[in-house]
Nanobody
Framework: QVQLVESGGGLVQAGGSLRLSCTAS????????MGWFRQAPGKEREFLAS????????YYADSVKGRFTISRDNAKNTVYLQMNSLKPDDPAVYYC???????????????????WGQGTQVTVSS
């Protein structure tokens, strides 16, 4: 079983950038496809991005395509979410997630993921 810990959240001005990290322990991260999600108060958890085990495939929600970039460094057991051009509607708790599904591609459904981090808060000031 893998444990996930997010970091890198904080307060940023609109138009600014943040890079979130998700570090895994307990298992080698390369055996999992990974995803990033977010949840704002009163809203459902929203898919943002996914990356395959070998990083040969990525997939983004339309809401973040062109602004956010998911990447991974399997040697460091870490997945990243680079967030640029942050907007006033981006604030939320951001979660990383791992799936042990055998398919070697990417996943966008909440139910596709088996392991979740505790989340990191992102706040955007206008």
């Amino acid at each position: 079983q893998v444990q996930l810990v997010e970091s890198g959240g904080g307060l940023v001005q609109a138009g600014g950038s943040l890079r979130l990290s998700c570090t895994a322990s307990g298992r080698t991260l390369s055996t999992y496809a990974m995803g990033w999600f977010r949840q704002a108060p009163g809203k459902e958890r929203e898919f943002l991005a996914s990356i395959s085990r070998s990083a040969d495939s990525t997939y983004y929600a339309d809401s973040v395509k062109g602004r956010f970039t998911i990447s991974r460094d399997n040697a460091k057991n870490t997945v990243y979410l680079q967030m640029n051009s942050l907007k006033p509607d981006d604030p939320a708790v951001y979660y990383c997630a791992a799936t042990s599904a055998s398919y070697s591609g990417v996943f966008s459904g909440i139910s596709d993921y088996h392991y979740w981090g505790q989340g990191t808060q992102v706040t955007v000031s206008s």
